[in-house]
Antibody, heavy 121, light 110 residues
Framework: EVHLVESGGGVVPPGGSLRLSCAAS????????MSWVRQAPGKGLEWVAN????????FYLDSVRGRFTISRDNAKNSLFLQMNSLRAEDTAVYYC??????????????WGRGTQVTVSS | QSVLTQPPSVSGAPGQRITISCTGS?????????VHWYQQLPGTAPKLLIY???NRPSGVPARFSGSKSGTSASLAITGLQAEDEADYYC??????????FGSGTTVTVL
C-alpha cells in the first residue's frame, strides 16, 4: 500500500525558510516522478513543483521559481521542498503527491495528508 | 484566478444526477490534454476520482463518470448520496503553466 507522509511544516516569519520532507513507501520511489501541491486556506489546489524520477529535472510554478527547490533522496525514499524567502501568500497546506500517467498527460494518484505552512510575523 | 473554470457550487437531492463542468482553453483541454478529477472530503487530502477523462481507479463507484469535449470536460454523479458531499477539482496540463487545477466545486446534497 502506498504511503506518503509529509513533515516539516510550521510558522515562519516573512522572509524565512522551511524545509518540507515527504517519506514514501509502498512503491518503487526511484522510478516515479513526484510533486508538491499546495492549498491556501479556503482556496483550491495549486501545483507547486515536479521532480523527475532520477532527480535530474525540476519544474516550478512561476511564483516560487528561484525561491523553492524540490529535491529527492532515492536511497532514503524521500522527497523534499526547500522554501526560502517565504511570503504570506505561501501560507498553505503542502501535499506530497505521486504522479500517474495516462495518454497525454499525468495526474496525481496518491497524496499525503499534508503539512501546514504558515508565514506570519 | 484558476486556468480551468468550474461552477463554485452544485447541489442535488439524494438519488439525483448532477454534473460539474470544467472549462479550459486551447492551451490546455483544447490542446488535447487529458482531464482528471479529484474528490476532497472536508478536512482530508484530495483523492483521485477520474483519470484520463473517463477512467475510474479501482474502488471508485461506478456512479462517478467523466467526459471531455473540445475545451471542456464534465464530471457526472448519478444516484447522488450524502457521502458525496465534498469539493471536486478538475486538473489538466497547460502548455504555458504546466499542471493546472480547476477552481473547485462544492457539492451539496439537499
Amino acid at each position: 500500500e502506498v504511503h506518503l507522509v509529509e513533515s516539516g511544516g510550521g510558522v515562519v516569519p516573512p522572509g524565512g525558510s522551511l524545509r518540507l520532507s515527504c517519506a514514501a513507501s509502498g512503491f518503487t520511489f526511484g522510478a516515479e516522478w513526484m510533486s508538491w501541491v499546495r492549498q491556501a486556506p479556503g482556496k483550491g489546489l495549486e501545483w507547486v513543483a515536479n521532480i523527475k524520477d532520477d532527480g535530474t529535472e525540476q519544474f516550478y510554478l512561476d511564483s516560487v521559481r528561484g525561491r523553492f527547490t524540490i529535491s529527492r533522496d532515492n536511497a532514503k525514499n524521500s522527497l523534499f521542498l526547500q522554501m526560502n524567502s517565504l511570503r504570506a501568500e505561501d501560507t498553505a497546506v503542502y501535499y506530497c503527491a505521486k504522479r500517474g500517467y495516462y495518454g497525454s498527460g499525468s495526474y496525481y494518484n496518491y497524496w499525503g495528508r499534508g503539512t501546514q505552512v504558515t508565514v506570519s510575523s | 484566478q484558476s486556468v480551468l473554470t468550474q461552477p463554485p457550487s452544485v447541489s442535488g437531492a439524494p438519488g439525483q444526477r448532477i454534473t460539474i463542468s470544467c472549462t479550459g482553453s486551447s492551451s490546455n483541454i483544447g490542446a488535447d490534454y487529458d482531464v482528471h478529477w479529484y474528490q476532497q472530503l472536508p478536512g482530508t487530502a484530495p483523492k483521485l476520482l477520474i483519470y484520463g477523462n473517463t477512467n475510474r481507479p479501482s474502488g471508485v463507484p461506478a456512479r462517478f463518470s467523466g467526459s471531455k469535449s473540445g475545451t471542456s470536460a464534465s464530471l457526472a454523479i448519478t444516484g447522488l448520496q450524502a457521502e458525496d458531499e465534498a469539493d471536486y477539482y478538475c486538473q489538466s496540463y497547460d502548455t504555458r503553466r504546466s499542471h493546472v487545477f480547476g477552481s473547485g466545486t462544492t457539492v451539496t446534497v439537499l
